[in-house]
């Protein structure tokens, strides 16, 4: 039997989506973000779970959800820090921000902390090159960043 379920919130979204398009199939991926917010990843059951909700077959979720690098296939830390690595960051100092997290968090891209609070990944330009450096805090921009603000932000996490 499939442990996974939709909340009764996230059943209600899944059916608000579904009334948007003309085929089921074009839910595929809202449907598979709904997962990842309830869940921080896609568990295979998670993705059994879809294809059944879209009659698809869970070959046809799993190649989905596997081609976009957004998606979790394993568990990561409560607070997923996307780091920018591409140019205008890079020229601003993303390379530094990484040290410190290296350094305080003791992760490296890639990695979750031992105490499964934070998840470090390296992503290319989030679009907001503007306010590099930038990193994304469980989808949360924050720019213009700082030693002393990422200090704050790992603060605040930690509380
Ligand atoms: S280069 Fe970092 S947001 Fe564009």
Redesign the pocket.
């Known amino acids: 039997m499939n442990t996974f379920k939709y909340t009764p919130e996230n059943e209600v979204k899944f059916q608000e989506y579904v009334s948007r398009y003309p085929k089921i199939d074009s839910c595929m991926l809202p449907a598979l973000w709904l997962v990842q917010e309830q869940e921080g990843w896609l568990s295979p059951e998670s993705m059994i779970y879809v294809a059944d909700k879209l009659g698809k077959t869970p070959i046809q979720v799993y190649e989905v959800a596997t081609f976009y690098t957004m998606f979790n296939l394993k568990p990561i830390g409560k607070y997923h820090i996307e780091l ?1 690595k ?4 890079m020229l601003c100092g993303s390379q530094e921000i990484k040290n410190y997290i290296k350094q305080t968090i003791g992760i490296e891209a890639g990695q979750t902390s031992e105490d499964g609070l934070f998840h470090l990944s390296e992503v290319e ?5 503007g306010g ?3 990193f994304a805090l469980n989808g949360e921009y924050h720019e213009k960043l700082t030693i002393e603000k990422v200090d704050e932000l790992i603060k605040e996490c930690k509380k």
Do not use: D, E, I, K
């Open positions: 920018c591409t140019l205008s960051c330009c989030m679009g907001a090159c590099a450096p930038m």
